[in-house]
């Protein structure tokens, strides 16, 4: 039998030893640097995906119904949904606002009309779609205008009341340049007018396309979860509203009966909720070759002090100062002006139309822009940066002898004092 060195083994120990040695050190060094490569590539996505996602802004205020004026008290088939921040109905079918402060008839999960967890947070709209033509409606005004050619990407949850006698497939999202206003109970349609030969008018009606609907094959019958309705579309440019519910007549809303549910409504019911428009194509960044991020800034808006600024969507109730939710992204956008320049202040003026004594127009201007100034302060805006004061009728900009001249002069104002 072949006798080992011993001396041999003990060098080969000491050779893998080292080697070992030498190895793990190494791997030490390897795992170190590799570490630190990773951890700086994942810190530059980071950024990089954390600033282009921050380009990305949901376009829609109070998307999710959380910001509430008022606790949501009763459901009435011809109520006015005037509680939830930045949306209203834009006809005169009664939308229906849920929250978990409203009372029994209006609170979460269980209501008068069904029983549904918010999908987030604790507030939801209703809207009911009849077998017929009746509609309800909910409309808010976007943040920025659409831009012309620029893909936008819509989506809304809807959930189907179980106290519903069927479902339709047709809700979507219709994006429109301005404010949809009618008394209507019905559908919404197109109006248009033809002129024809010796003073002879008609009047047509035509279906209005909303740029992002659910399938027609596929009716929404989920009473449990939510269902998600999104699309995509291209901008015509200048649309600044948008408004969800069913644009389409009961034979091409494919109307289906389930018999499984329980019949108090005789249409559908839907609550909605985490509505969001985001631009998929608006590039406020470039990444070029060197991996340097080069930030497009929109140009600010220039003020000067002395410049008079017409607030064009602030609306109140008829004959009252209580603003109506209309006027809220407005007012947003005025605290945003103010909260980016903390060095302004201004002056709000209130204007109403020549109808009515001076008396009462004074009365009613003064309290009209003390309601704005209000609002402003009750957001965080401080008084030593606010003043007011009401004019009544006595500054007109246009022709109170027509209806558009005096909607024109019913305004609030504010001018720059300092900057």
Sequence with gaps: MEKFNLSLIENKRDFFGKSRHINKKSRHIFLFMSRLFLTSLSLCFSLLFSTLS???????????????????????????????????????????????CGSKQCNVPKNKLGVQMPRTGVGMIGIYSSKTDYREYIQTELKDYLKEGETYKLSFYVSLSEYSAGAVATLGGLFTKNR??????????????????????????????????????????????????????????GEKFLTIGNFYPAPQSNVVDLPYLTYLLPGAYYYIDDVSVYCLTCKEKEIIANDVVITKTKDEPRFEVGQVVIMENIF????????????????????????????????????????????????LSHSRVRAVYDYLINH????????????GAKQPIADNKTDEGRAKNRRVEFKIISL
């Excluded at 921050?54 to 959380?66: D, K």
């Excluded at 109970?185 to 992002?212: A, C, F, N, W």
Aim: with cysteine; hydrophobic share 30%.
């Design 180 to 237: 949809i206003e009618e008394k209507t109970r019905q559908m919404l349609t197109d109006k248009t007018t033809i002129e024809h030969d010796k003073g002879v008018s008609q009047s047509i009606s035509t279906y209005l396309k909303p740029q992002v609907v659910n399938h027609y094959s596929n009716p929404i019958i989920n009473v449990e979860d939510w269902t998600k309705i999104e699309g995509e579309f291209i901008a015509e440019g």
């Design 380 to 391: 965080g805006i401080e008084k030593a940066r606010l003043d007011y004061k009401s004019y």
């Design 316 to 363: 109140f109730e008829f004959d009252k100062s209580i603003l109506l939710p209309q006027s809220y992204v407005e007012l947003y956008n005025l605290i945003n002006i103010l909260n980016k320049n903390p060095n302004m202040k201004i002056e709000l003026s209130g204007h109403t139309d020549n109808k009515g004594s001076d008396n009462y127009n004074a009365k």
């Design 54 to 100: 921050y380009s990305q802004e949901n376009l829609i205020f109070n998307p999710s119904f959380e910001e509430y004026f008022t606790c949501p008290q009763k459901i009435e088939p011809y109520g006015y949904m005037s509680e939830v921040v930045a949306w209203w109905q834009p006809t005169g079918g009664s939308a229906d606002y849920y929250n978990k």
